[in-house]
């Protein structure tokens, strides 16, 4: 039996019957549309589908779309400026090189956001253990946490 | 017709941020489970529980009366059709017959049994739950040295010694560098069954337009063309109505350099069912059906003089391919076999390869693909020697590199190292972490009861693969570069990137070459209707052999472009570069536009010329290169936990030219963190019924942030003068350099306990139990 859940995703409230078993991030791609929170694992092990609920980092693969309702969720869509202008900390993962194959990023961005908001002037320990939820097989996270430090210096999440 | 100011700056060699990202950081490009077509099912497969069974019987009749399931396929649907191909070709190579769905016997956990295609994913799945196999379990064998021991389960009962090939390969004269010898040092080394792991899995999206009898397939993969010409084999239709797109593709390192049964298997759904089909690959489909790397089991015995000159080498390599030969799998240890000399100068090699069946998923191509383990191999063999010798390893290598004098120089395997000078980056290496205050600091440490190691590798690899001799589907690569009627420049590469920066590197090298900006170019790749003919990103090719291309499809049209420019100028003394073409006697010039723009509206065209401005050149390499380098790693293990701590992590690498020092450095650092997966975590667990105990990212440990050490990366340059831009290739160095350096290190730390070899990936408990023993394993 479905449910009717209503979701404000990047500030724009959606309203949707959903299967109560529709997970979180097969919510956000295949019925709200969005592209950016990736599926890499399905086990919470890889955070490639990390988005923020209620300002705070989740992997939404391990979530239900109905425990998001009534909620506020971010993706990495909603991340820039409504005039396309990049956040600090997008910014900083596109000097830094903090990428290769971009599949882990959308997830890696929104975990350091979440990180500089609990460690604004973070150490290379704060960053390496705020990331380790979070898994990239191309970079080997050096430009990674340069990015991190980055972005903290330009003010961050 | 003004002077035109033109422009100097140049691109190549400058650390110039990636030019794809926008998309990649803002959510909106476009991956495979990205792509949505109206109408589109979703596929969820069948695969077997048991690593060896035969089939009695398959019952989907409650999986079809799901409502939403629309068609379940099994093996007697496709055995029609063609097979799952494997390119590579051996003497006397046993190749099973790879259907693409088991028909009565499945040889691995994860074979593929039946297609269950339904309106929606979750259903798929569901449907999938309810098709019921009826196995008569069979014993199996996952383990290539009891596999082709005597009394065996055997893989594939036609071949009841599990023997796919041997291989054997002799240079030089090994019997006598083994009479003469004064030392021979023998060692097992094996190099463990890896997972590639890539972030994103496969996925295929297949849509057949039965109108035009025409198919668009949709999949992340390295080889695009590739996959065309052989997924319209398999299913028997013309290759120029198959189109092959490759979307944004999360991470390959190998695992998709193959062709799959998916990608023949959802076309054939989307011809039956006529309506677009995707299926992606579970993380647990892709550890258990995605191919697996390494997977050696090594003999090796080396031969030297006792002042440690090393004469020559033998080894018997077990190499366990899995269940079938995926598209390289038997291939992959000659390529070890190749690399074996390293970098050193000693002429006799005697190889024999024995290419085990095992009931596992194959193994083929992973993140250097064959010289891993080559490199490790060859690098831990010099260490045991120098430990047998109490020589320092620095010292050993050193006495054995080629010299700088000897290049071009013929190895005992038959190949022809290009250029090099290989005691350069370890003499960095040893500047950089002081190797003799650093001894000597060791001596300390030892003195003080800690187990503090250092350790090297001086790797060698072969790259930019390659001449069409040495690759089944040919070793060139294609570029065209096409100049728009307004001065616009569009790049079509064969060679399809999945992370590397080619939109950048290639944009670079086109924009030096036209004297153009870089944000007038375009690089389009991975779509077999758009870009002609192409091989693909693997082996390190990518800038070698596609840049190389490139080069000279611009040379071409430079050429055509200053024939337009003379014409316009009225004068046959012109200078093409900085974007413009100029007059040396008067110093009148043309712009870039002004030529394009001429070629398009041809009103007048100069003697001999064609309207247009598009020139495409398909480049055979004429050798392989050869880049090298040294790590270095500094370690300390926790006798009370066998925790290992790196405390230094140097890296040295010669790629030849660097064109984006940037996206180089990304490139080792990211290899070094496979190789340390390799080192000290990862494995590719079989049990002996052949179920994958490592099989999901719970299981399987691949690197995370905090356990990476900080890599002091540098290099040393040494040009190739194989291709024009004298790069080398990056791609794979850091992983062939990593492990050994890792080892050996670990070793050295542990060798006061009398430690002289250690098998990866190098955990805690294994070195906890060897601390234990008092280092006997």
């Given at each position: 039996?479905?449910?009717?859940?209503?979701?404000?995703?990047?500030?724009?409230?959606?309203?949707?019957?959903?299967?109560?078993?529709?997970?979180?991030?097969?919510?956000?791609?295949?019925?709200?549309?969005?592209?950016?929170?990736?599926?890499?694992?399905?086990?919470?092990?890889c955070?490639?589908?990390?988005?923020?609920?209620?300002?705070?980092?989740?992997?939404?693969c391990?979530?239900?779309?109905?425990?998001?309702?009534?909620?506020?969720?971010?993706?990495i869509?909603?991340?820039a400026?409504?005039?396309?202008?990049?956040?600090?900390?997008?910014?900083?993962?596109?000097?830094?090189?903090?990428?290769?194959?971009?599949?882990?990023?959308?997830?890696m961005?929104?975990?350091?956001k979440?990180?500089?908001?609990?460690?604004?002037?973070?150490?290379?320990?704060?960053?390496?253990?705020?990331?380790?939820?979070?898994?990239?097989?191309?970079?080997?996270?050096?430009?990674?946490?340069?990015?991190?430090?980055?972005?903290?210096?330009?003010?961050?999440? | 017709?003004?002077?035109?100011?033109t422009?100097?700056?140049?691109?190549?060699?400058?650390?110039?941020?990636?030019?794809?990202?926008?998309?990649?950081?803002?959510?909106t490009?476009?991956?495979?489970d990205?792509?949505?077509?109206?109408?589109m099912?979703?596929?969820?497969?069948?695969?077997?529980?048991?690593?060896?069974?035969?089939?009695?019987?398959?019952?989907?009749?409650?999986?079809?009366?799901?409502p939403?399931?629309?068609?379940?396929?099994?093996?007697?649907?496709?055995a029609?059709?063609?097979?799952?191909?494997?390119a590579?070709?051996?003497?006397?190579?046993?190749?099973?017959?790879?259907?693409?769905?088991?028909?009565?016997?499945?040889?691995?956990?994860?074979?593929?049994?039946?297609?269950?295609?339904?309106?929606?994913?979750?259903?798929?799945?569901?449907?999938?739950?309810?098709?019921?196999?009826?196995y008569?379990?069979?014993?199996?064998?996952?383990?290539?040295?009891?596999?082709?021991a005597?009394?065996?389960?055997?893989?594939?009962p036609?071949?009841?010694?599990?023997?796919a090939?041997?291989?054997?390969?002799?240079?030089?004269?090994?019997?006598?560098?083994?009479r003469?010898?004064?030392?021979?040092?023998?060692?097992?080394?094996?190099?463990?069954?890896?997972?590639?792991?890539?972030?994103?899995?496969?996925?295929?999206?297949?849509?057949?337009?039965?109108?035009?009898?025409?198919?668009?397939?949709?999949?992340?993969?390295?080889?695009?063309?590739?996959?065309?010409?052989?997924?319209?084999?398999?299913?028997?239709?013309?290759?120029?109505?198959?189109?092959?797109?490759?979307?944004?593709?999360g991470?390959?390192?190998?695992?998709?350099?193959?062709?799959?049964?998916?990608?023949?298997?959802?076309?054939?759904?989307?011809?039956?069912?006529?309506?677009?089909v995707?299926?992606?690959?579970?993380?647990?489909?892709?550890?258990?059906?995605?191919?697996?790397?390494r997977g050696?089991?090594?003999?090796f015995?080396?031969?030297?003089k006792?002042?440690?000159?090393?004469?020559?080498?033998?080894?018997?390599?077990?190499?366990d391919?899995?269940?079938?030969?995926?598209?390289?799998?038997?291939a992959?240890?000659?390529?070890?076999?190749?690399?074996?000399?390293?970098?050193?100068r000693?002429?006799?090699?005697?190889?024999?390869?024995?290419?085990?069946?095992?009931?596992?998923?194959?193994?083929?191509?992973?993140?250097?693909?064959g010289?891993?383990?080559?490199?490790?191999?060859?690098?831990?063999?010099?260490?045991?020697?120098?430990?047998?010798?109490?020589?320092?390893?620095?010292?050993?290598?050193?006495?054995?590199?080629?010299?700088?004098?000897?290049?071009?120089?013929?190895?005992?395997?038959?190949?022809?190292?290009?250029?090099?000078?290989?005691?350069?980056?370890l003499?960095?290496?040893?500047?950089?972490?002081s190797?003799?205050?650093?001894?000597?600091?060791?001596?300390?440490?030892?003195?003080?009861?800690?187990?503090?190691?250092?350790?090297?590798?001086?790797?060698?690899?072969?790259?930019?693969?390659?001449?069409?001799?040495?690759?089944?589907a040919?070793?060139?690569?294609?570029?065209?570069?096409?100049?728009?009627?307004?001065?616009?420049?569009?790049?079509l590469?064969?060679?399809?990137?999945?992370?590397?920066?080619?939109?950048?590197?290639?944009?670079?090298v086109?924009?030096?070459?036209?004297?153009?900006?870089?944000?007038?170019?375009?690089?389009?790749?991975?779509?077999?209707?758009?870009?002609?003919?192409?091989?693909?990103?693997?082996?390190?090719?990518?800038?070698a052999?596609?840049?190389?291309?490139?080069?000279?499809?611009?040379?071409?049209?430079?050429?055509?472009?200053?024939?337009?420019?003379?014409?316009?100028?009225?004068?046959?003394?012109?200078?093409?570069?900085?974007?413009?073409?100029?007059?040396?006697?008067?110093g009148?010039?043309?712009?870039?536009?002004?030529?394009?723009?001429?070629?398009?509206?041809?009103?007048?065209?100069?003697?001999?010329?064609?309207?247009?401005?598009?020139?495409?050149?398909?480049?055979?390499?004429?050798n392989?290169?050869?880049?090298f380098?040294?790590?270095?790693?500094?370690?300390e293990?926790?006798?009370?936990?066998?925790?290992?701590?790196?405390?230094?992590?140097?890296?040295?690498?010669?790629?030849?030219?660097?064109?984006?020092?940037?996206?180089?450095?990304?490139?080792?650092?990211?290899?070094?963190?496979?190789?340390?997966?390799?080192?000290?975590?990862?494995?590719?667990?079989?049990?002996e019924?052949?179920?994958?105990?490592?099989?999901?990212?719970?299981?399987?440990?691949?690197?995370?942030?905090?356990?990476?050490?900080?890599?002091?990366?540098?290099?040393?340059?040494?040009?190739?003068?194989?291709?024009?831009?004298?790069?080398?290739?990056?791609?794979?160095?850091?992983?062939?350099?990593?492990?050994p350096?890792?080892?050996?290190?670990?070793?050295?730390?542990?060798?006061?306990?009398?430690?002289?070899?250690?098998?990866?990936?190098?955990?805690?408990?294994?070195?906890?139990?060897?601390?234990?023993?008092?280092?006997?394993?």
């Amino acid at each position: 039996m479905n449910r009717k859940i209503s979701v404000t995703i990047n500030g724009k409230r959606h309203t949707d019957e959903v299967e109560p078993r529709l997970l979180l991030i097969h919510y956000l791609r295949e019925v709200a549309g969005l592209t950016g929170p990736h599926i890499g694992c399905e086990t919470s092990i890889c955070g490639a589908c990390t988005v923020m609920l209620d300002g705070k980092a989740v992997k939404s693969c391990t979530m239900f779309a109905v425990q998001a309702d009534g909620r506020d969720v971010l993706t990495i869509e909603g991340l820039a400026a409504a005039d396309g202008k990049l956040h600090p900390i997008q910014e900083a993962f596109w000097n830094e090189h903090g990428l290769q194959c971009g599949f882990c990023t959308p997830g890696m961005i929104l975990t350091t956001k979440q990180l500089l908001e609990d460690h604004p002037n973070p150490t290379d320990h704060e960053i390496r253990h705020g990331l380790e939820g979070n898994l990239c097989r191309c970079t080997g996270y050096q430009h990674i946490v340069n990015a991190v430090k980055a972005a903290a210096a330009k003010g961050g999440a | 017709m003004a002077t035109t100011i033109t422009k100097t700056e140049t691109l190549v060699g400058k650390r110039i941020r990636r030019r794809e990202d926008p998309r990649l950081i803002t959510g909106t490009a476009c991956y495979l489970d990205d792509i949505k077509i109206p109408g589109m099912h979703h596929a969820c497969i069948v695969r077997s529980t048991h690593a060896a069974a035969k089939i009695k019987g398959i019952s989907s009749q409650a999986a079809s009366e799901l409502p939403g399931v629309v068609a379940i396929f099994t093996g007697a649907d496709i055995a029609k059709l063609g097979a799952v191909p494997c390119a590579a070709s051996l003497p006397g190579l046993r190749v099973p017959h790879h259907h693409l769905l088991a028909q009565d016997r499945v040889y691995f956990v994860g074979h593929p049994i039946a297609v269950v295609v339904a309106t929606d994913r979750y259903i798929a799945r569901d449907a999938a739950d309810l098709v019921e196999v009826d196995y008569d379990v069979l014993p199996a064998v996952a383990d290539p040295e009891k596999a082709i021991a005597a009394g065996a389960p055997p893989v594939h009962p036609e071949w009841p010694d599990n023997v796919a090939f041997t291989f054997h390969q002799e240079g030089g004269d090994t019997e006598q560098a083994f009479r003469d010898a004064e030392i021979v040092v023998k060692q097992r080394i094996t190099s463990q069954r890896l997972i590639p792991t890539a972030m994103e899995t496969r996925g295929v999206v297949a849509e057949w337009r039965p109108g035009d009898k025409a198919m668009t397939l949709w999949s992340s993969t390295q080889i695009p063309h590739l996959m065309r010409t052989m997924v319209a084999g398999i299913l028997g239709m013309n290759e120029n109505l198959l189109r092959v797109i490759t979307p944004e593709v999360g991470g390959g390192f190998g695992s998709k350099l193959n062709v799959y049964a998916e990608e023949a298997l959802m076309g054939f759904v989307a011809m039956k069912i006529g309506k677009p089909v995707k299926w992606v690959e579970s993380r647990r489909e892709n550890f258990t059906c995605t191919i697996h790397g390494r997977g050696h089991v090594d003999y090796f015995e080396l031969a030297a003089k006792r002042d440690g000159t090393m004469l020559g080498l033998k080894l018997k390599l077990i190499q366990d391919l899995g269940a079938y030969h995926q598209l390289l799998t038997p291939a992959i240890p000659t390529l070890s076999v190749l690399m074996m000399p390293g970098l050193y100068r000693f002429k006799n090699i005697s190889a024999e390869i024995v290419g085990a069946f095992t009931n596992c998923v194959p193994t083929d191509a992973y993140r250097g693909a064959g010289r891993p383990e080559a490199t490790h191999g060859i690098e831990r063999m010099v260490d045991i020697l120098a430990a047998e010798l109490k020589m320092d390893p620095a010292e050993i290598r050193l006495k054995n590199f080629v010299g700088n004098d000897e290049f071009p120089f013929p190895t005992a395997t038959g190949l022809m190292y290009d250029s090099g000078n290989y005691a350069a980056p370890l003499h960095q290496a040893l500047e950089t972490v002081s190797y003799e205050s650093l001894r000597k600091e060791q001596t300390a440490a030892r003195a003080a009861g800690k187990l503090m190691g250092i350790g090297m590798s001086t790797y060698g690899e072969i790259c930019a693969m390659g001449p069409s001799q040495a690759l089944p589907a040919g070793g060139w690569e294609s570029a065209t570069v096409k100049v728009e009627p307004t001065g616009k420049v569009t790049v079509l590469t064969g060679c399809s990137p999945h992370g590397q920066g080619e939109e950048t590197t290639f944009a670079q090298v086109a924009a030096d070459e036209l004297g153009c900006d870089i944000d007038d170019v375009m690089v389009i790749h991975g779509d077999t209707a758009i870009v002609q003919y192409g091989i693909g990103t693997f082996g390190s090719r990518g800038t070698a052999v596609g840049g190389a291309a490139l080069f000279y499809a611009l040379q071409d049209l430079k050429a055509k472009m200053k024939k337009f420019g003379a014409m316009l100028l009225e004068s046959e003394n012109v200078v093409f570069g900085g974007g413009a073409c100029v007059d040396e006697a008067t110093g009148k010039s043309v712009s870039f536009a002004e030529m394009a723009t001429a070629a398009y509206h041809a009103k007048k065209l100069p003697p001999n010329t064609e309207p247009g401005l598009v020139a495409t050149h398909f480049w055979e390499p004429p050798n392989f290169t050869f880049p090298f380098g040294a790590h270095i790693v500094v370690t300390e293990v926790d006798r009370e936990t066998g925790a290992i701590d790196i405390k230094r992590y140097v890296a040295v690498d010669d790629c030849g030219k660097i064109l984006n020092p940037l996206i180089v450095d990304g490139q080792v650092h990211g290899g070094v963190a496979q190789g340390l997966g390799q080192a000290l975590w990862e494995e590719a667990v079989y049990d002996e019924n052949g179920q994958l105990v490592s099989g999901e990212l719970t299981d399987y440990a691949i690197p995370r942030a905090p356990y990476m050490p900080w890599i002091e990366s540098s290099h040393t340059t040494t040009p190739s003068p194989v291709n024009p831009l004298g790069v080398k290739g990056v791609g794979e160095a850091g992983t062939i350099g990593c492990s050994p350096a890792v080892v050996n290190s670990v070793v050295d730390a542990l060798s006061p306990l009398g430690v002289r070899h250690i098998d990866m990936p190098l955990t805690p408990q294994k070195i906890w139990n060897l601390i234990q023993q008092g280092g006997r394993a």
